[in-house]
């Protein structure tokens, strides 16, 4: 079992920038591939980035690439999501998830799971203005 809790999110205006946090306890090996996720009010919930805990590869939705950044400390079990250049249509419910692949992974791999993980967090609020 893994337990993962967000923070960071909050309110800024277009141009921005803010770094949400994913503090992960529980089994270790049951976080292989983790991941943020977001869900805007009326759409389905989307992958944003995901990174191989245990290859450190990393893939991007295209509408992030160039300003989001996915980052993991293994030595504090923290999930990074760096967010700048923020814009109104990145406004969503942003979700840390977590599942096991078996401790061998890459990003490529992480990703083709789509939004099958097993473990998620309760989410964190983004809200960008124009």
């Known amino acids: 079992q893994v337990l993962l809790v967000e923070s960071g999110g909050g309110s800024v205006q277009s141009g921005g920038s803010l770094r949400l946090s994913c503090v992960a306890s529980?089994?270790?090996?049951?976080?292989?591939?983790m991941g943020w996720f977001r869900q805007a009010p009326g759409k389905e919930r989307e992958k944003v980035a995901i990174i191989s805990t245990v290859g450190g590869g990393t893939v991007y939705a295209d509408s992030v690439k160039g300003r989001f950044t996915i980052s993991h400390d293994n030595a504090k079990n923290t999930l990074y999501l760096q967010m700048n250049s923020l814009k109104p249509e990145d406004t969503a419910m942003y979700y840390c998830?977590?599942?096991?692949?078996?401790?061998?992974?890459?990003?490529?791999?992480?990703?083709?799971?789509?939004?099958?993980?097993?473990?998620w967090g309760q989410g964190t609020q983004v809200t960008v203005s124009s």
């Open positions: 529980g089994y270790a090996y049951s976080s292989d591939c």
């Open positions: 998830a977590a599942t096991p692949a078996g401790g061998w992974a890459t990003g490529d791999y992480c990703y083709s799971l789509g939004t099958t993980y097993n473990y």
